[in-house]
């Protein structure tokens, strides 16, 4: 048992403390507000960063599925040559399939067309006349590798660089970094919106999660149509007034508790109910697109809130306008197994418009320079045919693009073979993806690590991983 005097000085202290937490929490119920409020930004663990950054936010284009490289930015005139024949065996002999293996192998050719474009000549599928006419400013990655090849563990490498479930992703990691200078938007948000054609394939909450990281820099999925986020508004009969009056108690409960046990989830709480309040009043108004000029429509190619991708790309640029660090767009249904041409081509009329109309839209507003804009599957496809009309998942090349952020535009990064099998040329990885998007927000991702498990986790793995320094204007 603690002696009296020792046991009457912690009480003391107790007390005090406490005492100071429920002072605070008197006066925060005075004023009326939750009491951080008056916070505009709030700051990352890498303060000062790394490096001088390039790119201020992210904006990450995900068509989910595994988009057909053969059929969109990769033109292969050998594999149309050799439409039918079997496929060389030099180049599959022992290498992982996904749904052909030990299937025949035959070459199936693009079945769609190619032609040039811009001043750079890139070679783009002729469906995507909107992003050719912006292709002086985007680099395409023609050499990227991943090491799944199945959608779920797929998309948790090219999130999280892992194939394992429970590592934070890239947007939890770059808040976690860097803040957010978003005072009343959460610093990583999440929209998704489903296509015609392919398969309807499940996205999983957990591509967006914080992982081990706290809680408070997971990603917030916003609703495409209807309410953006379930339960936002007040009951009937309960004020605004009211609502601040039971979020400041709260957490003026919560804040009390923490200041002895120093709980990172218990500040989460704190912060997160401070955020959802102040999202009441500013969801709204973010989401309520009708107040953007008819040019802006026709640009995206939407209407104010039909959920397509197009209306997520709108509202990306005005997340991107008020303060938001990272924005994923997933866009579904590009799993083609059977009617890759069909598919395609519904998928491009779906996508192409609001891509060029994202560039083109952030560069009149003088925020392409400091925005990175990122459009990756998780994996592409075969040049091997599947069922006569489709095509398998495919990871050993494939094609990224990036634009903005202090990318070099006009530019062709890398080659896959001349059937479009394996990256040959400049290959690359999803590690090497991550660490060139964290160079250009102002962090060395060597540096940039947590302990976990006794270990310095990073999100680009324990393997040495290159920032890609060519593509960089």
């Known amino acids: 048992m603690l002696p009296r005097d020792l046991l009457l000085d912690a009480t003391r202290r107790t007390f005090l403390k406490r005492g100071a937490v429920g002072a605070a929490a ?5 004023n009326g507000r939750p009491a951080s409020a008056a916070k505009k930004t709030w ?10 950054a390039r790119a201020k936010r992210v904006i990450w284009l995900t068509m989910a599925g595994g988009p057909s490289h053969l059929e969109t930015f990769d033109h292969k005139p050998e594999l149309a040559k050799r439409d039918g024949e079997p496929m060389p065996e030099s180049l599959t002999k022992g290498q992982q399939l996904a749904q052909l293996q030990g ?6 050719g693009p079945q769609t067309k190619f032609k040039t474009f811009g001043d750079s000549g890139q070679s783009l599928c002729e469906l995507f006349p909107e992003i050719g006419g912006v292709t002086d400013e985007i680099c395409f990655v023609r050499s990227m590798t991943t090491e799944a090849i199945n959608h779920d563990p797929a998309h948790m490498f090219m999130n999280t660089g892992s194939q394992i479930a429970g590592r934070p992703s890239m947007g939890a990691w770059s808040v976690y970094g860097l803040g957010s200078e978003a005072d009343d938007l959460p610093g990583f948000v999440v929209l998704t919106s489903l296509g015609r054609g392919g398969q309807n394939q499940p996205i999983a909450a957990r591509q967006w999660s914080a992982g081990f990281l706290p809680s408070r820099y997971q990603g917030v999925h916003l609703r495409s149509r209807g309410d953006a986020v379930l339960y936002l508004g007040n009951p009937p009969g309960v004020t605004r007034g009211q609502q601040e009056d039971v979020v400041a108690a709260v957490n003026a409960l919560n804040g009390s508790f923490n200041a002895g046990a120093n709980d990172p989830e218990v500040a989460t709480r704190i912060a997160q109910y401070e955020m959802a309040f102040r999202m009441q009043a500013s969801i709204p108004e973010l989401m309520e697109t009708a107040q953007e000029p008819k040019h802006i429509f026709e640009l995206y190619g939407c209407q104010p809130g039909d959920g397509s991708f197009a209306s997520n790309c709108l509202v990306a640029r005005r997340l991107a306008e008020r303060g938001v660090r990272f924005i994923q767009l997933y866009h579904k249904d590009w799993d083609h197994h059977g009617g890759v041409k069909n598919g395609v081509e519904l998928k491009a009329e779906e996508i192409d418009r609001a891509c060029a109309a994202l560039i083109k839209d952030l560069k009149q507003r003088g925020m392409l320079q400091d925005t990175l804009i990122v459009w990756a599957g998780e994996f592409g496809r075969t040049p091997m045919s599947q069922g006569g009309t489709g095509r398998d998942h495919h990871n050993k090349g494939f094609t990224v693009w990036l634009a903005g952020g202090g990318i070099k535009g006009g530019l062709n990064y890398g080659a896959t073979d001349e059937l479009g099998y394996a990256a040959v040329d400049k290959v690359t990885n999803v590690h090497e993806l991550h660490a060139t998007m964290l160079h250009l927000l102002g962090i060395e991702h060597e540096r940039f690590s947590i302990k976990f498990q006794g270990l310095d986790a990073r999100l680009t793995g324990v393997e ?3 920032v890609l320094h060519d593509i960089l204007a």
């Open 43 to 52: 700051t990352g663990t890498i303060d000062p960063l790394h490096r001088p």
């Open 26 to 30: 008197l006066s925060v119920l005075a």
């Open 103 to 108: 299937a025949k192998l035959v070459c199936y």
């Open 464 to 466: 040495p991983a290159r």
